[in-house]
């Protein structure tokens, strides 16, 4: 019932800019952990930044100062602002999100979106 919306992705210039926006909806009474994943072809699907229910934040080592992880907890949103971007960065980007989604808070799974393309090249 709960439902992972992911929208932004792309074909940007390397230099460039996009921000990845992913919506949670349905049956949601807490969220903690909120993250961005991304795979790229032939490659491990990698974590690349993740938030906590306060706001900190963990990047992978090589978006560190590029990419910027925030949430939007009225709103149930998660958004991954990507600046700066290399080819490297091309990839399938994925959000999951761990979510109560009744009152027993403790009682959480994780939910994964769909995902969605960013291509960077000239």
């Known amino acids: 019932q709960v439902q992972l919306v992911v929208s932004g992705g792309g074909l940007v210039q390397p230099g460039g800019s996009l921000r990845l926006s992913c919506a949670a909806s349905?049956?949601?009474?807490?969220?903690?952990?909120m993250a961005w994943y991304r795979q790229a072809p032939g490659k491990q699907r990698e974590l690349v930044a993740e938030?906590?229910?306060?706001?900190?934040?963990h990047y992978v080592d090589s978006v560190k100062g590029r990419f910027t992880i925030a949430r939007d907890n009225a709103k149930n949103t998660v958004y991954l602002q990507m600046d700066s971007l290399k080819p490297e960065d091309t990839a399938i980007y994925y959000c999951?999100?761990?979510?109560?989604?009744?009152?027993?808070?403790?009682?959480?799974?994780?939910?994964w979106g769909r995902g969605t393309q960013v291509t960077v090249s000239s």
């Open positions: 349905g049956s949601i009474f807490s969220i903690n952990a």
């Open positions: 938030v906590n229910n306060t706001g900190g934040a």
């Open positions: 999951n999100a761990d979510i109560a989604p009744d009152s027993r808070w403790w009682q959480t799974f994780v939910y």
